[in-house]
């Protein structure tokens, strides 16, 4: 059975430019969740999508970072003007119905900035 | 909102001994604290979890337990092997979904 995929498993960009990063769940499930890893800390909260709309938002950094689950389904994360900060592994989670319970992960998209 | 710590932040042990990992966390409403495996280049793989309703959970070579009253949880891994070697987060959940994780700690399992 599949598990989350996302793509692509690694991004090399300059600072200033705009990056899409997508995110596959698990079939069926309704929640989705990114998060952000830097090197050597744990993740940290992005945003959650409960269906479509983006339930808890709270987590982006500032107004560069956008989100959106058009169908429910795949996601895409969109970082506008990158900066060097911004370089970090973006894992996404995927769960069957939100709520405390299981968060699969997704391998992670490897974001450098340079 | 929730804040967890870990420690150790690296634990090294010879094969066949125990691995032990404490967490503790700040929001008394926190209700679920799971575990997460992670190796290099690698998500996080969810490997055991409890829920503040119970105190002690096991499964085979792993297990945890959680102090509601003190706010702090615990893995332990016995009789450990190499494939054990990798990384793990302890995480709290508040909001009802929001996984906040610990720094996670670095376990080597020497052959």
């Known amino acids: 059975g599949a598990g989350v995929s996302q793509t692509p498993s690694n991004k090399v960009t300059e600072k200033g430019k705009y990056v899409e990063l997508r995110c596959d769940p698990i079939s069926g499930h309704t929640a989705l969740y990114w998060y952000r890893q830097s090197l050597g800390q744990g993740p940290e909260f992005l945003i959650y999508f409960q269906g479509t709309g983006a339930a808890d938002d709270s987590g982006l950094p500032n107004d560069r970072f956008f989100a959106v689950r058009p169908e429910g389904s795949v996601s895409t994360l969109k970082i506008q003007r990158t900066e060097r900060g911004d370089s970090a592994v973006y894992l996404c989670a995927s769960s069957l119905a939100g709520g405390p319970g299981d968060q699969y992960f997704g391998p992670g998209t490897r974001l450098l900035v340079l | 909102g929730e804040n967890v710590e870990q420690h150790p932040s690296t634990l090294s042990v010879q094969e066949g001994d125990s691995a032990v990992i404490k967490c503790t966390y700040s929001d008394s409403a926190s209700n679920y604290f799971p575990w997460y495996k992670q190796e290099l280049g690698k998500g996080p793989q969810l490997i055991i979890d409890?829920?503040?309703?119970?105190g002690e959970k096991k499964d085979q070579r792993i297990a945890v337990t959680l102090n509601k009253t003190a706010k702090h949880f615990s893995l332990h891994i016995t009789e450990t092997q190499p494939e054990d070697s990798a990384v793990y987060f302890c995480a709290a959940v508040d909001n009802d979904y929001k996984l906040s994780f610990g720094a996670g700690t670095t376990v080597t399992v020497r052959a």
């Open positions: 409890i829920r503040s309703n119970v």
